[in-house]
């Protein structure tokens, strides 16, 4: 657009303007508007253009130069070697024949050379910058490609650390399950022994499901990963109060006392709501149960899960007394992976421990469109992220 404006102003001082000028701007001047789309055809043409004006009398000298050089400069961009020669045969050609046939100028050689020179050295800019953006394109294919083989080498590392697992795992549970069995069949053991047995065994059976189940996903003989496969028209609160049964009978199992409460006006089926959103609530609170039985003090008082369920999200509040040590020595990685997780989904989660008492909030969307309406509790500073 500079390019145009200064041309415009450089026409407008000649002196000599007649039907052969006027012409000639204008025909290069749209030439130059639609060498925005079509480059190379059109630089080309107004070389051509104001090559063969050249041999016409009453032209003004020079032809627009300006548009003369950005066309040079095109076609270098475009890295047309062969044709940035022969257009500037053409055009150094034409002023030469200008020069040896015409008696009235008053150029000299070392101007007309001067002059292909700037040809030249137009082509050269033009090829520079082409030469720079090809390499910024290389580079940024080289990163892409450095990017890729890190994340098919992190790859690779996960699959040898999920293979090491699931034989850690199943040759640890496999051995609790066969020694629990053979307890199960010694009717000396008292009857509490024996249902801890039972529910030690049926514990390890299902654990190791689940780890098998993963593993299927991360060898690629499968492709679902969650425990259950929810219908579409089954009911999001059902489905939370069934984990919260289930964790409290988990933990009565152990002979820890407390309860979860259910708080809910919600009526929100599966295929309404985020599916990947309530797999997480389900998680989350098996982890709660698991660090409940982990971490608490079953001695010092009882456990409180408390779920509230609406209509866009589920707020969850956990508390239960614990080691004083527990957050320093012996907290585990599950709660990180966690907050990773609800954070991607646009919620909270937040913890807290002192006096001995451990205070879990999480608030985590599963409506389809999320809202970012605020909590009290979750702006509240006495709440950290867990670590």
């Not at 000599?16 to 030439?31: A, G, Q, S």
């Not at 002059?115 to 892409?144: C, F, K, P």
């Amino acid at each position: 657009m500079i390019v145009e404006l200064l041309e415009v102003v450089e026409f407008i001082s000649l002196i000599r303007k007649n039907i052969y000028n006027i012409t000639v701007f204008i025909l290069e001047t749209i030439f130059l508007v639609l060498a925005y789309k079509y480059s190379i055809i059109n630089a080309t043409i107004i070389i051509i253009i104001s090559s063969c004006c050249t041999l016409i009398p009453d032209i003004a000298f020079p032809s627009q130069i300006g548009y003369i050089w950005i066309s040079f400069g095109i076609i270098g961009y475009s890295r047309q070697l062969l044709l940035n020669i022969i257009t500037w045969l053409i055009a150094t050609g034409s002023w030469s024949l200008y020069f040896m046939t015409t008696t009235q100028h008053d150029w000299s050689v070392t101007g007309l050379i001067t002059l292909s020179g700037t040809y030249i050295g137009a082509a050269i800019i033009g090829y520079a910058i082409s030469e720079h953006n090809r390499v910024r394109e290389m580079e940024i294919i080289i990163n892409q490609r450095q990017k890729e083989e890190m994340q098919y080498k992190r790859l690779m590392r996960d699959m040898a650390l999920a293979s090491r697992l699931h034989d850690y795992v199943t040759q640890g549970l496999s051995s609790i399950i066969i020694e629990t069995c053979n307890l199960t069949d010694d009717h000396t053991l008292p009857e509490y022994v024996s249902k801890k047995v039972q529910i030690i065994a049926s514990t390890s059976r299902d654990t190791l499901r689940r780890v098998r189940r993963i593993i299927d996903v991360l060898d690629g003989t499968s492709d679902q990963f969650n425990d259950e496969l929810y219908e579409d028209n089954a009911s999001v609160v059902n489905i939370i109060r069934l984990s919260t049964e289930s964790g409290d009978a988990f933990l009565h199992s152990f002979d820890i006392a407390g309860s979860s409460i259910m708080h809910s006006d919600c009526k929100a089926i599966m295929k309404n709501v985020n599916k990947e959103a309530v797999n997480e609530i389900i998680a989350l609170l098996n982890q709660i149960y698991t660090n409940i039985l982990t971490h608490a003090d079953a001695s010092m008082g009882q456990y409180l899960v408390t779920v509230t369920v609406n209509e866009r999200e589920v707020i969850i509040y956990q508390s239960n007394s614990t080691f004083r040590t527990m957050v320093k020595n012996e907290a585990g990685k599950g709660l990180i992976l966690h907050a990773k997780k609800i954070q991607a989904l646009q919620g909270d989660i937040h913890t807290s421990c002192g006096d001995g008492i451990w205070i879990l909030y999480a608030r985590i969307p599963f409506a389809i469109k999320n809202t970012n309406d605020s909590n009290d509790i979750a702006n509240d500073k006495s709440f950290t992220n867990p670590e």
